[in-house]
């Protein structure tokens, strides 16, 4: 319940529709409440005297407060509703922003899918607590008080039956809310595996029909629906007992009222009227105990709902700016000293191990090393998107964790190893970078990347849209945007995280040599091919997570083993692919030669 009192913060300006609706549901109980006394009246007064009169008078009473109550209730519905969905707008808007402030380490704990649930289905089964259960939390123990308290008013002999069956009631319906509790919690992570299936799947369409897995794919899906759905079943298999409980105990009591009320009768204890009024109110108590049994079950679902939104909301951002943070970088330059870093405070090994590099401002530095060195790990230090385990990584002569964190990753942009473009314009992605830059400063950008070749051929230019994920483009002309996106800002580091993997080598060398141009700007190349940090100031080896070695081409050709290796491996391939390449070449030629003789000796025959 803490949970769910937690986040009826959140209800802010709807409170007041939540009151408003509490308010007439409880008008409109009074005025049903009124009916039955008015129907005792109406047959031990006016049918019982044959007074027509007293029968109509009673009649327009009760059309009366029937009209009220349905017109407080349509009331009900639309503050019940405003409420719900507006409740429900601001719990996924507070999930949102908050998921805005995790560092990389936070979304660590959630899968991607865990939290698309958390954010739509958790919320609809809040929002339908409120739309399908405000009104029977507030009306059935309005009904179910005022209901017992008339009775006992008109006959207490009789109310006796209600002491037996309500514990009867509560009873089974205690027995099934605390059965189907936990069962809701499981189905609601099976939901999450659900989608997890579905967005992989339709993430990687291109790849599924490539391989051509469309059957495992089915099967992979089937089994988690299924499960699913066998869950779901047995969830609601129980959550429905509490209909046939409810109405074995109502006709019970009916019965038993009916048989004692019969012979109170006959012995001239009570009045028709009186009999047909109690069993009015008899039906009323019954069906308030439904409604709260329905209620405890809708409860029931969206405590297990509101768990999961808390624990999205009280995570703890494991990355935070720091009061009265720096505000301004003074410039590119950065230093590591004595780094190691770990993933999970947990984890046996680190990740990165005591690593020292300084890297003065303006200068261009290349990063090699094999699969799993943590090239990556090392560069997502600078603008803070990890916190280093121990020692300090400094920024322009300043500790990192010294800055405020928007400040810090204006000034730093890294272009990451998966491309990421968002559905809309060329325009609107570039801008991502500066939001505030012209067509001209754009498409500066773009020339610098080589991204113009290709939008200069493109009808709409600018204006071009991307579907999601870019879908319309290569993967060398969403690098191209990417890096193009990077320029645009005004950052004094830049960090590409292999970030030219899929362009070409030629247009490659034009992106390095308009990035020379940027003499302030520090940039950082993380890259596989040699070829890409030949000409940079200094590279750096990176080995099992520590820095094997540091040095210009030069030096480290001169002295250093694993570049070597490294050098030898790829410019020997190139020198071969360039021996065949030459070779080709020289074969077509001697056919063309071969063909021109030929046809030149047929002339001359001729």
Request: aromatic share 8%.
């Amino acid at each position: 319940m803490n949970d769910m009192k937690r986040l009826l913060r959140y209800a802010g300006p709807y409170r007041r529709d939540m009151v408003l609706g509490a308010v007439l549901v409880l008008i409109e109980t009074c005025f049903e409440l009124f009916i039955p006394i008015m129907i005792a009246d109406l047959i031990d007064v006016g049918v019982a005297n044959h007074d027509l009169s007293y029968v109509y008078q009673k009649g327009v009473q009760m059309i009366l407060c029937a009209l009220m109550a349905l017109i407080t209730g349509l009331l009900y519905a639309h503050f019940a509703a405003k409420a719900a969905y507006g409740w429900g707008a601001e719990i996924r808007k507070a999930e949102y922003e908050k998921v805005q402030q995790y560092a990389f380490s936070n979304l660590d704990h959630f899968a991607v899918s865990s939290l698309i649930t958390r954010m739509t289905t958790d919320v609809t089964v809040l929002q339908n607590m409120v739309n399908a259960g405000f009104r029977p939390v507030t009306r059935g123990p309005s009904l179910l008080v005022m209901g017992i308290v008339l009775s006992f008013w008109m006959n207490p002999k009789l109310a006796v039956v209600f002491l037996v069956c309500l514990p009867v009631l509560g009873s089974v319906l205690f027995w099934i809310v605390s059965k189907v509790a936990p069962m809701y919690t499981r189905l609601q992570s099976i939901m999450d595996r659900l989608n997890r299936v579905v967005q992989e799947g339709l993430t990687a369409i291109r790849a599924v029909k490539a391989f051509v897995r469309d059957e495992y794919e089915e099967e992979k899906f089937a089994e988690v629906n299924t499960d699913l759905t066998s869950s779901s079943e047995t969830t609601f298999h129980y959550a429905v007992l509490n209909l046939p409980a409810f109405q074995a105990v109502m006709y019970s009591a009916i019965v038993l009222i009916m048989w004692f009320g019969g012979n109170m009768i006959l012995k001239s204890n009570l009045a028709v009227g009186d009999l047909t009024g109690f069993l009015s109110y008899v039906m009323q108590v019954m069906n308030s105990l439904m409604m709260i049994a329905n209620v405890f079950l809708l409860l029931t679902r969206s405590l297990a709902s509101a768990h999961r939104i808390a624990e999205v909301l009280d995570e703890q951002v494991e990355l935070a700016s720091p009061e009265n943070g720096l505000e301004q970088v003074a410039d590119g330059s950065i230093d590591f000293q004595d780094v190691s870093f770990k993933y999970h405070k947990d984890a046996r090994e680190f990740a990165l191990s005591g690593v020292n590099l300084h890297i003065p401002s303006g200068q261009t530095v290349g990063i090699l090393g094999g699969t799993g060195a943590s090239k990556t790990t090392l560069v997502q230090l600078i603008p803070r998107l990890y916190d280093v385990s121990e020692g300090a990584v400094y920024v322009g002569g300043r500790d990192v964790r010294h800055y405020e964190i928007h400040s810090l990753r204006d000034a730093v942009s890294i272009i990451l190893q998966k491309n990421v473009l968002f559905f809309g314009t060329v325009r609107d992605n570039l801008k991502w970078g500066n939001p505030e830059a012209t067509d001209e400063e754009i498409w500066e950008a773009c020339r610098a990347a080589c991204a113009d070749e290709f939008l200069n051929r493109m009808s709409d230019g600018l204006d071009t849209m991307l579907e999601q994920g870019a879908g319309n483009l290569s993967g060398g002309q969403k690098q191209r945007l990417c890096i193009a996106r990077a320029l645009v800002g005004k950052a004094k580091i830049l960090i590409f995280d292999d970030s030219t993997s899929a362009v070409d080598t030629a247009t490659e060398k034009k992106i390095r040599e308009a990035l020379a141009k940027r003499k302030d700007v520090t940039k950082i190349i993380i890259a596989q091919r040699i070829t890409s940090v030949i000409n940079t100031d200094q590279i750096v080896i990176l080995e099992d997570g520590k820095v094997h070695c540091t040095g210009t081409h030069k030096e480290l050709l001169a002295h250093d083993p694993i570049y070597q290796e490294i050098y030898r491996s790829q410019m020997s391939g190139a020198q071969e692919n360039e021996m065949e390449q030459s070779t080709a070449k020289a074969e077509r030629g001697s056919v063309q030669v071969k063909g021109g003789i030929t046809d030149g000796s047929e002339n001359l025959q001729r």
